[in-house]
């Protein structure tokens, strides 16, 4: 029981400063368990340094940097046990367009595993992705779909 | 499995029939402030058995009914389905094409289906259980919900940890 | 004491729905007392409903429409009672290309009473700046400055 | 009154010299995640005064100071000037213009000035009272911040109300 969780939690580490590092290009990042003794209850600390950056209080990165780590440990945790579909609303949001890009190539490489649903403002993403849904509210209040070709745009 | 199609009718802000199909590849969802992307998240969460009024935006489950507009009247019931490819039979159920059904009534009262059939919430929920798609799992991440990861307290990060064991 | 906070406070309700409108093109805001019998210690709860929409709870609003609604109480506040300069640090992430020229069309008609610095990732806030000043990190972990005219662009 | 010329040094990821001169218009700030931008909005905060090193994203004072990197050792302490133009005499002090500056030691030891004559942070929140720009005002909105406006609990926004009245 408890040999498995260990197993399973060094698993996921392990992925997680493997993707971590794909996406920030370098750096390092990992899982600590809070209470060594007590494994089976113990909280899970998170621990992220970008590239070239001196490991700090997670407090301490920008915005774009935890969004980036908290994308990391979603993709190591989809990486291990994958779920058939995902759905992400606008996860990308707080990412520049440099990191965006990164983003969207990692997911295109997960895409033959797990269907991506994604909600996005990012053209990036959307140049990305193989099909585009544009929703409308032409009139107020009520919602229509608009199947959209890659190169058109809404909103 | 994949999500092959999601149709809606009376959902929050999508007050007329619509149909979505999905390819297996990755599809993305644009559109302006306010025109109902989220809602399409919401639609897929709630068909998918969700029961917090919370996660869904809402104070009362009667909130994802249309609720009308300046010109339109309220309807009286909101229905999602979703219809799953399952060939690779990663769903207990012997179909190669599953359809869930969900339906509310201002009332307060629901209906279920599988393929049609009626049945009870806990159905779908046992259907759904171990594919990671249920309403406990990490399928759909909401907007402005990836920080939570980050903060949420390490007690409570360690749930989703046991649903990825 | 009481008569003077309902004054302020009918005033601020009043340039809520002024500022919103503006913002929204239409629709209607305002701000009401939870506890009518005594407004000294009341709360205070938020009402917003977007053109043609029907008012319904602030939950349902989406992501861009909270976060203009935030910007409108912001903005109205400000015009009663001008802060010399104002620090916005990326406060119209959450909103379309499109409500981001209102944003900064609504900035620079208030920019003669109030100074604005805004840190921001969108073309629109940029495009609409007197000046551009570019971070950079070349050196891992060091920031440096670089001050750009407009068209150029960093990040 | 306005805000006219930014001076650092050591304070967060800017380890080296940095001057920022303003003119009274719109002044945008751009550059990539985890450049710096936020840390200037954090270093203006901190010279006029903010006291809670959860605002400003620490867990210690001691934050502040530059941590070093992996090729550069960190520093034993910060320092941000602020200089404002008071020719409107905003500010109740007999000067047209006003240099505000704060200094951290590692130690913890802190140091105050106005026009560079030595203060207590007391002397520089009294200065700033009824301005709207010390630390309790609403003329910094920090990243991520602006929904809160509208999710507070009604009781908590009456604060910003007292302020703005
Ligand atoms: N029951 C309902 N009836 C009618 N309209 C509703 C209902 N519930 C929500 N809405 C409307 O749906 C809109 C929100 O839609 P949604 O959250 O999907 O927007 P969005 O496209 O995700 O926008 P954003 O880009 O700002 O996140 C709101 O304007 C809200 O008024
Ligand atoms: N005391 C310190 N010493 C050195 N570096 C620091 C210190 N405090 C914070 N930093 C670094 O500053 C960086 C964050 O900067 P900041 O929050 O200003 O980024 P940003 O430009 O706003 O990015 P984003 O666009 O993602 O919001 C982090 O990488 C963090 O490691
Ligand atoms: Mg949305
Ligand atoms: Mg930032």
């Known amino acids: ?155 | 499995m994949y999500l092959k199609r999601l149709d809606m009718q009376g959902f929050k802000s999508f007050a007329e029939k619509i149909c979505l199909d999905f390819n297996s590849g990755i599809t993305s969802v644009v559109g302006p402030n306010g025109s109902g992307k989220s809602n399409i998240a919401d639609a897929i969460r709630w068909v998918l058995g969700e029961q917090s009024v919370k996660t869904l935006r809402g104070s009362k489950m009667e909130d994802v009914i249309f609720a009308g507009t300046e010109h339109r009247k309220p309807l009286g019931f909101a229905e999602v389905s979703i219809t799953l490819d399952n060939s690779d039979s990663s769903l207990p159920i012997a179909y190669d094409e599953v359809t869930i059904t969900r339906r509310v009534f201002r009332s307060g009262e629901s209906e279920y289906m599988i393929n049609k059939a009626p049945c009870r919430l806990k159905d779908i929920t046992e259907l759904l259980l171990d594919t990671g798609i249920g309403r406990d799992g990490y399928s759909v991440i909401g907007q402005g919900r990836v920080d939570e990861i980050l903060s949420t307290r390490s007690e409570d990060r360690r749930h989703i940890f046991e649903e990825a064991s």
Chains 1, 3 share one sequence.
């Open chain 1, 1 to 155: 029981m408890k040999k498995q969780f260990l197993e399973q939690f060094k698993l996921i580490n392990e992925n997680f400063n493997i993707v971590f590092r794909e996406l920030f290009n370098g750096g390092r990042a990992g899982l600590i368990l809070v209470d060594q003794e007590n494994v089976l209850e113990s909280g899970i600390d998170i621990e992220a340094q970008p590239p070239g950056k001196k490991l700090q209080n997670m407090l301490l990165l920008s915005g774009g940097e935890r969004a980036f780590t908290a994308i990391a440990l979603l993709f190591a945790i989809l990486r291990l046990k994958p779920t058939p579909f995902c759905i992400l609303d606008e996860i990308e949001a707080a990412l520049d367009e440099a990191n965006v890009y990164r983003f969207i190539e990692y997911i295109k490489n997960f895409s033959c595993k797990t269907q991506f649903i994604m909600v996005t403002h990012r053209k990036g993403t959307m140049e990305g992705s193989d099909t585009l849904y544009g929703v409308t509210m032409q009139e107020h209040g009520v919602s229509k779909i608009v199947s959209m070709k890659m190169g058109e745009k809404v909103g």
